[in-house]
C-alpha cells in the first residue's frame, strides 16, 4: 500500500476503516469497480494492491479484483487518503449542453451516445469530467446511470449506458453472450487486395514503466477475434468495417497493426510517417468510429439497432480523398 505521505494532494485528515453495504447501484458490479468509484481519485494501481494484499475484505472475507457483489453485502474499504472533494469541481453548462447533443436514444431503460473523440468515458488521470460524469451532473435524479461498455477516449461513435440496475446486467450478459453486434469504420494505412480478412490472434496487456497501458499480440494473451471488411479503397489508404467478436482493450487498433495496416491517427500503434502525411490532409484524431450497435432485448420482438454518423471532420477527409 502507498503510504498515505506519499500522496501530496490528498486530503490531509486521517483515513480510516469504512464499511460501506452495497446498494442497488453496486448489485453486480465487480468489487475492483466498486473500489475506483468509492475511493475516486486513488491511483487505480493502488485499488488493486489493496485486494492482493487482502486488505479488502467482502462479509469478512477477502475478495479478488472479478468478485461480483450483491446489495446487502459490506465491504470493509481500508484507510486511504482521498483528493480533495473541491478539487474535482462543477461541470459547465457548456461541457453538460455538449454531451447532450450526443444522444441519439433514449428510454426508461437505455441511454445511447455518439460520443465525441477526445472525450473520456469517465474521469481520473488528470481527466475531471468524463461521459458519465457529465451526464449524472446533467440528470441529477436519475440515481442508476452506468456505462454498459467502454470506448476509448480517442474513439468516437455508439456508447451504451443503463438507467437501471436490471438493464445494465441485461446488457451485460448479452455481451457475455456474444449477441450485441458491435460494428466500426477504420481508415488504416495502405491498400487492401483483399476484401475481406478475419484476424484470430491473442492479445495481451502490459504497463511500461511510464505507466502507458499497451497491448501486444502474445500467444499468453486472451482470444481475440476481428472481421475486417472493405468499404472502399484509396491510394494510399483502406477504408474498412471491423466488428468486434470479442471485446479486448485497443482490439482493433493492435490487429490492423498486426496486418501491417495500422488506423490512421493513431499516436500509439500508428505508422508515423502515414500519420504526418494524413495530418498535413486534415486527420488530426483516431480514424476510428463506432459505427453502429445491433442487440435483441427481453419482451421485444425486434432488436435495438443504433447508428452514429461520422464526424463532420471524418467525413471531410473522406470526400478529400
Not at 123 to 130: A, D, L, N, T
Amino acid at each position: 500500500m502507498f503510504p498515505v505521505s506519499s500522496l501530496p494532494a490528498m486530503n490531509q485528515k486521517t483515513p480510516r476503516v469504512r464499511h460501506v453495504t452495497v446498494d442497488e447501484r453496486g448489485d453486480g458490479q465487480r468489487i475492483d469497480n466498486f473500489l475506483l468509484r468509492e475511493l475516486k481519485g486513488v491511483p487505480r494501481a493502488l485499488v488493486y494492491r489493496l485486494l492482493r494484499k487482502g486488505e479488502v475484505r467482502v462479509n469478512k472475507g477477502r475478495a479478488k479484483a472479478g468478485r461480483k457483489l450483491a446489495a446487502g453485502d459490506v465491504v470493509r474499504i481500508p484507510p486511504v487518503r482521498l483528493p480533495e472533494a473541491s478539487i474535482p469541481g462543477v461541470p459547465s453548462g457548456n461541457q453538460i449542453e455538449r454531451i447532450e447533443k450526443t444522444v441519439i436514444y433514449e428510454d426508461n431503460l437505455l441511454l445511447i451516445l455518439n460520443k465525441e473523440s477526445g472525450l473520456a468515458v469517465h474521469g481520473g488521470s488528470g481527466i475531471s469530467f468524463g461521459v458519465i460524469e457529465l451526464l449524472r451532473a446533467s440528470r441529477p435524479d436519475q440515481k442508476s446511470l452506468e456505462l454498459a461498455h467502454r470506448l476509448d477516449r480517442d474513439t468516437s461513435g455508439c456508447l451504451m449506458l443503463a438507467k437501471k440496475r436490471s438493464a445494465l446486467r441485461i446488457l451485460q450478459q448479452l455481451q457475455r453472450d456474444g449477441r450485441v453486434r458491435k460494428r466500426y469504420v477504420a481508415l488504416l494505412a495502405g491498400r487492401w487486395s483483399r476484401d475481406r480478412q478475419q484476424v484470430k490472434v491473442p492479445l495481451k496487456k502490459n504497463t511500461l514503466r511510464s505507466g502507458e497501458r499497451m497491448v501486444r499480440v502474445d500467444a499468453a494473451g486472451k482470444d481475440a477475434h476481428t472481421e475486417f471488411r472493405v468499404l472502399k479503397r484509396f491510394p494510399n489508404a483502406t477504408l474498412v468495417e471491423a466488428e468486434l467478436k470479442t471485446g479486448r482493450t485497443h482490439q482493433i487498433r493492435v490487429h490492423a497493426q498486426y496486418l501491417g495496416t495500422p488506423i490512421l491517427g493513431d499516436e500509439k500503434y500508428g505508422d508515423e510517417q502515414a500519420n504526418r502525411d494524413f495530418r498535413q490532409l486534415g486527420l488530426k484524431r483516431l480514424f476510428l468510429h463506432a459505427a453502429s450497435l445491433r442487440f435483441p432485448w427481453p419482451d421485444r420482438n425486434e432488436p435495438y439497432t443504433f447508428d452514429a454518423p461520422l464526424s463532420a471532420e471524418l467525413q471531410r477527409l473522406l470526400d478529400k480523398l
